[in-house]
């Protein structure tokens, strides 16, 4: 594969290795970063992540505590984005960081991917960037305990577990394979750092449900969260954002929308759609946001009524198609 031999060669002769994730990392991102540097390691190269943030607890306790890096003012060889689509993407840290690489390589699954490195793999629509680098390093790299845990969780997480349109057989036949690597309880061990929650996160859970609004009968549904509300129940802002996936299976609604506060007057905004008819990617776009058919997000700033009023006009027109 040409993507694959010439990344292998420049990553052979490079002294410095550099991976990066996107801004508000998830499962897919940070484990496909952590399965990638173990990748790499199996094949006599170091490499170190960079993330925005710290990840969350659930995801540290996965990883049993994995280093990850926020700056630097080294400039490496080598620099590789996963389950990144767009450089706007990466945090300003990290795009400074990731600028200054000597060569540049892209691997991800968004459909909206910008091909922004020198070098890219982008396999769009598949369920989840683990799933690309399974495939791309397939027949490569020997497969241990440790890539595989990382590769099934952020399949596993990304394609809703296994419920998202992304899923087919070519999907199930790569968990399949990863699962011959697996610890036996590793579902147990997705309830112990995924399943249970924190008093707290609880409480910010009850605030999102309770700030739910419904429009166009019920068809769109809104849950906003405040820098307040946070600071109020000792939580994080990544902390109330499943929020989203919960009104997405109401009874009704078409599309669902968590906006969180991240700073003042600036705010998060997630989007989540079951039904398979409907691209909430096209409404994230018109914001310059992105993502996936049936799960997108993007940033706005300002008035949180006026952001919400253009976020339902364009949740109306997608709904009209």
């Not at 890096?69 to 990466?90: H, K, P, Q, W």
Request: with cysteine; net charge positive.
């Amino acid at each position: 594969m040409k993507f694959l031999d010439t990344m292998l060669s420049a990553l052979k002769e490079a002294k410095s290795v550099a991976i990066f994730t996107h801004k508000d990392s998830d499962h897919d991102c940070i484990c496909s970063g952590l399965a990638l540097q173990k990748m790499l390691q199996e094949l006599g190269i170091k490499s170190v992540i960079f993330v925005d943030k710290t990840p969350s607890e659930g995801i540290l306790r996965f990883t049993n505590n994995a280093k990850f890096l926020t700056e630097s003012d080294d400039v490496f060889d080598v620099g590789i984005t996963v389950d990144c689509a767009d450089l706007n993407r990466l945090c300003d840290k990290s795009l400074l960081v990731f600028s200054k690489c000597k060569k540049t390589f892209n691997i991800d699954h968004h459909q909206d991917n910008k091909f922004f490195a020198q070098f890219n793999y982008v396999k769009g629509g598949m369920s989840s960037c683990c799933e690309v680098l399974f495939w791309l390093f397939k027949g490569k790299v020997k497969l241990t305990k440790e890539i595989a845990e990382y590769l099934y969780t952020g399949l596993y997480m990304d394609c809703g577990s296994f419920n998202y349109s992304s899923v087919n057989s070519k999907t199930h036949l790569c968990a399949s394979n990863l699962m011959k690597y697996c610890d036996e309880n590793i579902n147990s061990r997705f309830f112990i750092c995924f399943g249970i929650s924190q008093s707290e996160v609880f409480s910010i859970t009850k605030r999102a449900f309770d700030s739910v609004r419904m429009f166009e009968n019920g068809q769109i549904a809104v849950s906003i969260l405040k820098k307040s509300d946070f600071e109020e129940c000792g939580c994080k802002r990544e902390d109330g954002k499943f929020i989203v996936s919960y009104l997405q299976n109401v009874k009704g609604v078409k599309i669902s929308i968590n906006i969180s506060e991240d700073k003042k007057n600036e705010w998060r905004v997630s989007l989540r759609t079951a039904d398979k008819n409907i691209n909430v990617s096209n409404i994230a776009h018109r914001f310059n946001g992105g993502g996936h058919k049936q799960a997108s997000g993007l940033t706005l700033k300002g008035d949180i009524e006026k952001a919400l009023k253009a976020l339902i006009y364009e949740s109306k027109k997608e709904l009209k198609k």
